[in-house]
T-cell receptor
Framework: AQSVSQHNHHVILSEAASLELGCNYSYGGTVNLFWYVQYPGQHLQLLLK??????LVKGIKGFEAEFIKSKFSFNLRKPSVQWSDTAEYFCAVNAKAAGNKLTFGGGTRVLVKP | EPEVTQTPSHQVTQMGQEVILRCVPI?????FYWYRQILGQKVEFLVS????????KSEIFDDQFSVERPDGSNFTLKIRSTKLEDSAMYFC?????????????FGAGSRLTVL
């Protein structure tokens, strides 16, 4: 079945540590890729997106993600996290093969210790 | 910044009762969505709506669910007879067009608790 997979369910790290969250998808063809963030008690917010062009995408709050087509991956990175990055992070894919909707990964809860 | 607003933020209901969740999408958006997130699980697509009709729905969106845009601004999700397993956070989303820039703007969510 076509799907979006996030490898880590929970990540705990200290401030200033580097963060990388994995995301893989199984759709073929054209894809649009997204990372959403959900801070505690808040709604889903778009962190960054990839449609085409430079596969290294920079988003808000110092986040970036790299699209590697050959690996069907769109991993999220941040070189140095802050306590305020504590949140749940969702990878999402919009693929023509899956109709005109977003399909979300299972999410990764990130806890940054001060 | 324009936002999608949802009401109520939290509703508690008895099993078998009807529930209506309301959403006000961004004013110039044309495509509307409902997603849900059961506690501890992934965000799931329920339904998409365009031009006053459902354009796509998931297998979750059975006959107990319906959507409506009654007055050109509100976009509602109705659950006719709630079940325990309907307890979830329901997110409304909208987007401007069908172009490749398929960016959804999400509301804050409505938490539904079915007892």
């Amino acid at each position: 079945a076509q799907s979006v997979s996030q490898h880590n369910h929970h990540v705990i790290l200290s401030e200033a540590a580097s963060l990388e969250l994995g995301c893989n998808y199984s759709y073929g063809g054209t894809v649009n890729l997204f990372w959403y963030v959900q801070y505690p008690g808040q709604h889903l917010q778009l962190l960054l997106k990839y449609f085409s062009g430079d596969p290294l995408v920079k988003g808000i709050k110092g986040f970036e993600a790299e699209f590697i087509k050959s690996k069907f991956s769109f991993n999220l990175r941040k070189p140095s996290v802050q306590w305020s990055d504590t949140a749940e992070y969702f990878c999402a894919v919009n693929a023509k093969a899956a109709g005109n909707k977003l399909t979300f990964g299972g999410g990764t809860r990130v806890l940054v210790k001060p | 910044e324009p936002e999608v607003t949802q009401t109520p933020s939290h509703q508690v209901t008895q099993m078998g009762q009807e529930v209506i969740l309301r959403c006000v999408p961004i004013s110039n958006h044309l495509y509307f969505y409902w997603y849900r997130q059961i506690l501890g699980q992934k965000v799931e697509f329920l339904v998409s709506f365009y031009n006053n009709e459902i354009s796509e729905k998931s297998e979750i969106f059975d006959d107990q669910f319906s959507v409506e845009r009654p007055d050109g601004s509100n976009f509602t999700l109705k659950i006719r007879s709630t079940k325990l397993e309907d307890s979830a956070m329901y997110f409304c989303a909208s987007r401007e067009s069908a172009s490749g820039a398929n960016v959804l703007t999400f509301g804050a969510g409505s938490r539904l608790t079915v007892l």
